[in-house]
DNA sequence: CGTCGCGTTGAAATCCATCAAACGACGTGG
DNA sequence: CCACGTCGTTTGATGGATTTCAACGCGACG
């Protein structure tokens, strides 16, 4: 772990996070609240149960949002990417686990400075309703997807999204890119076990849609192919 | 369908919904902007692909959000009841069906107007906000329980949690009321089908957990037993 | 009275979880 | 450098839960 003041001028998601919605004044108030954060993989951001003090801005790597229920195996509901937002507003405790996935950096704030900022500016309030609505729209999304679709197509999908998101611009998949997650986070994230996840990758793999490089580098060798299994 | 002006005065979610963050007089001016309009079991309020140019507050009834995929059958996102907002102030066209399940009445506002009084009202924003932070923590809620549930456990979580909504006091199960969905709906909001569904709730009649009145009449027999049945 | 929609029940098939074993990558220590 | 253990992954065999296919019951409604 480790804290520093925030270096706006250089952050990569300046114009897509939240605090873009502030004007240059503004938004420097509000970096003198924050504290710059590097997160380790796997290192735990916010756990469920604990004080719900503190939200953050994504500013680079990835991040998960899971629970892991009475038998102790995890369940993720979210991947948080790039200019993401974390932290529960409105809840007295934390109700879910926010972990690294990959090296990460955070923008992090006391809930409430930042609950106060969004009092004092309104356009950070609508900012956050807007983020808050898109990951709305992707949590039912993702339900959409794992509800009552097989295993294949799960998997399918997961790899069409995860090359989406590795792309730089957007609507194209990246040919080649690694897997932020590990198998068991996927089988956690599609509902499935590790070894299915494994099989079904083997199998798209077999089909010729994909090749694997490593543990977890993927290839789209077939990309239609990969998006035709994505579907019922 | 039928319109008519609102009658804030009345309403039984007057201090629950979006709009109590507003005093009395900004409250007015936003009740110029809406109609009340009632809805017929089935009816739809919004349909996926439509110009999105509508938002709504549930005032009485119950709403269900759904996608219908590929093949023709409806994955069913969220429920929807009274002070709840529905609508999504910033993409173009809807994204998922919005439709009654019972007789309902809601408020119904144009989108521009209701974007406008956000930006007017920054209350009106915070207390949007908060509302759609509690819909993403109940669209993760329902994630965690229908991913790798059995099909006996995601039935009884169920019937509690209608049990839990249908009672006046919080917290405490009615221990009578009617389910608002039909099998297939339960099917679609559960990630089964039917006929898993009707087995189950036979199953659980026959565990003496529950007794079935009619086709939708639900009784609490032995509520702990069924909580029991919702864990794994 | 026949039909239609909705729900229940039964039998068979299928897909996935479970149990089990082996593999490769990696780091440690001999 | 190699033996060794660990961890994550892959693959195989088996069993079980749920889906699928099919039939029936029941009430509503024309």
Do not use: W
Not at 140 to 145: F, V
């Amino acid at each position: 772990m480790s804290s520093s003041p925030l270096a706006c001028a250089s952050c990569p998601v300046r114009d897509r996070a939240a605090c873009a919605a502030l004007d240059e004044g503004e938004r420097e108030e509000l970096a003198r609240l924050g504290r710059h954060r590097v997160l380790a993989p796997g290192e735990t951001l916010f756990a469920a149960g604990e004080p719900n003090d503190r939200c953050a801005t994504l500013v680079r790597g990835a991040l998960k949002i899971a629970t892991t229920d009475v038998e102790g195996d995890e369940r993720i509901l979210s991947l948080v990417h790039p200019a993401g937002f974390v932290g529960e507003l409105f809840a007295p405790l934390a109700r879910f686990d926010v972990v690294a996935l990959t090296a990460s950096e955070v923008c992090l704030f006391t809930r409430a400075e930042y609950e106060a900022a969004v009092e004092r500016y309104p356009e950070l309030a609508r900012a956050l309703l807007r983020r808050s609505s898109e990951d709305l729209f992707g949590a039912r999304s993702l339900m959409a997807m794992v509800g009552r679709h097989s295993a294949r197509e799960r998997v399918a999908a997961f790899l069409l999204a995860m090359a989406d998101a590795a792309s730089d611009s957007p609507c194209h998949p990246a040919a080649r890119f690694d897997l932020p997650l590990s198998r068991a986070e996927m089988a956690g994230l599609l509902g499935l076990t590790i070894e299915t996840v494994s099989r079904q990758v083997s199998a798209l793999e077999r089909s010729g849609a994909i090749r694997r490089h490593g543990l977890r580098g993927i290839e789209l060798v077939d990309a239609a192919q990969l998006g035709r299994a994505a579907l019922p």
